[in-house]
């Protein structure tokens, strides 16, 4: 017996897509007048896979996979690792020092914001330091005595 856990992830996650043999027989079972529902029963697969094919036949006249949308990432996974890896090792490096690594190292040829924008997705912010006067010898032995006399201070 199959518990309600194993069922729902059997179905869950991406499948496998369809290939043409078995997208032909949808479009052939809707031509002959089978409902979506007879079809889907037939061929084994979701309801919901055969509407979408039978949609997409009828508005673009293929059922043929179509090239995704948006322009490819720039950046690998490997090419990721790589920053990832370079910024841990040095965490003050520039991103112009980082891009040109990159460069000799993978042979990625990436500008210095896309470099940010990478670490930025990645969890790595740019921060500036905060200014702190330094302590000259001069200061420090006008500052001595008067912490010296102030040691005791309570609030």
Do not use: Y
């Amino acid at each position: 017996m199959q518990t309600a856990s194993t069922n729902i992830g059997e179905r869950m996650g991406r499948s496998q897509e369809l290939s043409d043999s078995k997208r032909g027989p949808m479009i052939g079972g809707h031509l002959g007048n089978k409902s979506i529902r007879d079809i889907s029963w037939l061929l084994n697969i979701p309801r919901s896979t055969v509407s979408g094919i039978i949609t997409k036949w009828k508005q673009l006249g293929t059922t043929a996979t179509q090239p995704p949308s948006g322009r490819p990432r720039h950046m690998t996974g490997r090419g990721q690792r790589m920053l990832k890896r370079t910024v841990r090792r040095s965490r003050q490096l520039s991103a112009e020092s980082i891009a040109k690594d990159l460069q000799t190292w993978c042979g990625l040829q990436m500008s210095p914001t896309t470099v940010r924008r990478e670490l930025h997705g990645m969890g790595f912010h740019g921060r500036a330091a905060a200014s702190k006067p330094s302590i000259t010898k001069c200061n420090a032995k006008r500052w001595m005595p008067w912490c010296k006399a102030r040691r005791h201070w309570t609030l």
